[in-house]
């Protein structure tokens, strides 16, 4: 079998994963926000709930007096279509109120990746092996950029770079200038994590045989790290890059706030307080499909860039 | 049957009621005595967005101060309670009360370019006060028999005199849009074009998330006459920028980066007022105060017991409580009527609260003598619990730490327990749909506090219940019908005495207001006094 067609087979394995995980994450929220306290009706009409007419027009008008099955059913089919709903809180169709605001936090969380990873290889390609006070040095920066809480680092930037020097604006999505602080809070925790793995496993890499292989051919010190020992890593911190997607999502939810940032956080945030069913459904489906989409490039890029992936799956 | 749904809209809009302040430390930027100048843009920071535009869909009271940019209303209310021309350039009430005959201005424009007239009028009134339609507000016109439009005269027939409906017809809930997009209904929550006002202000844009973009209306000449200019307003452009979190919000302005915030939390206020570059204005006291309503019902038992409810009143002392938290940013309330309101039953300052050796008396005379190994009272084996449940988006401000040290008074004074708890609204509005809650805190807006008070506790709010304070909800039927003025101001002081003092059905906490801080170079804020709440825009300008 040819390496391109194990590719192939990995890639539609994955996809029919990522299809059943959409239909399992998109009835498991549908059930359970029917299951919560608080009818539909109430969320809708709050007090106004006791008005037969007004509470009979609302369950008309949303189809809540069809049988549960028949209202699940039209909801996938919906969900096929494309079609998320209308907002029982916004008066607004939930794929206008979704839509806009995926951009920007794609961009928050985007930058904030890429920012991380940066930083991370920039530490472990500077530090791996450079003895135990740097690295103890280096874990307790790590551990703290893990540790301290999203809000309260994205209240002291703004406090500094925005309150006093004034270098960035405080609020708002216009522009390169007013991503950088929100981007930089998000970026933290990522960073320390990635950081934190990158240089173990590197660490780990040089007391391997083959190391000290090249090492013979003379390759040594910053090279040596840059050109041998990422590589080396670069597949097992991508999965564990991908899998930082549930921290970059509880710190977008925060950082979107402190920074008045439009964004998927604030409205997820919005909609769970308010009981606004059909847009948490939404962007619990968005982020199971990011989380799906992200794991599954994952996994591609790793049989890419890993020749024995490759070969172990033809064995 | 009159359903008045204005108080339970303006129970919704606990969610945004901002923080309160006392006059003591305020200044008013009224002071300055600069000529205005035209031009220049400023940027307000709101704690929330709001989730509807539309007038008649506007449930958040907070929200009527964007609102209030976009669209006029038919008669104006002045910082003294009357009412003087905006739209209606003159109108006329019959003797019996009956019949409002309006005279409309003949030059007012809609941003659409369509014509106000009477028939717009009429048509967006009929709308509101068809409860098909859902509006909130349908309550606040329950009492139109008819409405008729003939060029500019609108006459509104009412079934019977209703002292409440110039106020109404003052409110922002009322206020009038372009009637051809009228039947989008909540389609215009959400402000595109089709939104269209006679106010000094145009929506530009709309980022939703974001902020809101406001244009001057370069036509605007309908201004109401008691505002210091006519013609159109003095800013090309007002921005309404949404930040939700409290030190995001005073940092902005601190900073210069935003011109004005409202939703000043009571904690940043004194950090606000050292600062020379900006000004601090409290708004007026002027809806009903920020309390505890508690429900009177059997299924409450044993507080459906006054005694027992006026007991668990006098068993902490408000004033230190709220000197404690807020540092003298608050006020103390003593009824359920804001202070600076002409309807303030002024005998009730003094009169009750903080008398736990009375409240003790009465809760051994209720049987409630022995107590448990917590220092709980207890009858029959029963501790003495009182519930307070408040849903919690509307907790802010400080107001847990204030609800916190009541239970922590009242255990401590008295031996009662209170269990305090903060569901989600839905959880919350559901309790109360079906009568099963037993203290509510919150402040319920208003529009007209006799229409509150039949809206509150006779119409769907706490209607669910059999039960209700009948003698409140008489004197403020009464209070309506009444085309005397003296009788009105007895039926208003009447339910006061009967709803805190008699009955402690309603246990007033601190008093509500919207403050605003703004930098020194925004001058000509004010507040709206049909809502309480910051005005519009209109007489606002900047120096540089």
Redesign the interface.
Known sequence: MTSGSVLLRGVARRLAGAVLLLWAAATLTFVGLRL????VE??V???????P??AG?VRASLGLDRPFAVQYGDYLLGLLRGDLGRSY????DVS??VG??VG?TLALAGSAVVLAGAIAWLIAVLSAGAGRTTERILHVIELLAICLPTFWVG?LL??GF???L?WF?????DGFSSLVLPMLTLALPVAGLLSQYMREEMAQALRQPWVLTVKSRGVSGFRLRATHLVPHVAVSSLTVAGNTLGLLIGGAVIVE???????LG??ALDAV???DAPVTVAVVLIITAAYVLITTAIDVAALVIDPRLRQEATS | MR?T?AA?AG??SLTTLAACSSASTSTTSGADSATPVSGGSITW?VAAEP??FAPA?DDVLADRAITRNVVDSLVYQEKDGTYTPWLASAWETSKDGITYTFTLRDDVKFSSGATLDAAAVKANLDYTRD??H?S?YAGLLGSVKDITADKNTLTITLSQADSSLLSSLSSVALGIIDPATIDDG??L??PGEKLSGSGPFVIDSY?????VVLKQNADYAWAPESLSHDGPAYLDQVTY?????D??RT??L??G?VDAISGVPALSVASLTKNQKLTYTDGPASSTTFGFTVNGSSENAPWDDAELRKAFRDSFDLDTIVNAIYKGQKTRAWSWVGKDSAEFDTTLKDSWGNDPSAANAALDAAGWSTRDSEGYRTKDGKRLRLKITYD??SVRDQRDTLVEAIQDAAKKNTGIEVDFTT????????D??KGDWSIYPGSYGKVDYANSVIGTWNG??Y??NAWKPTKAVDLATDAIGATDPAQYKKDLDGIQQYLVKDQALFVPLVESTFPVAASNTLHGNGFDYSSGVPDGNYNVWVSK
């Open positions: 919560l306290p608080g009818s109430s969320v009409l709050g007090v106004h709930v006791n008005d007419g007004l027009q809180v916004l008066n607004a206008d109120v806009s605001q920007p209240a703004q406090l925005s309150f006093n004034q604006p405080s609020v708002g999505a706030s402190v920074f008045g940032r439009p964004g604030r409205v307080t308010g009981s | 359903t749904l339970v129970l919704l920071a989730s509807c869909f409860s098909a859902g909130s909540k389609d929550c959400t980022t939703r998330g974001s902020q920028k949404f930040i939700a979190e030190s995001t940092g902005a601190q900073s980066q919690a988006d569901p989600t609204w839905a959880a919350l509005s559901a109360i749909a769907y709010f209607g669910a």
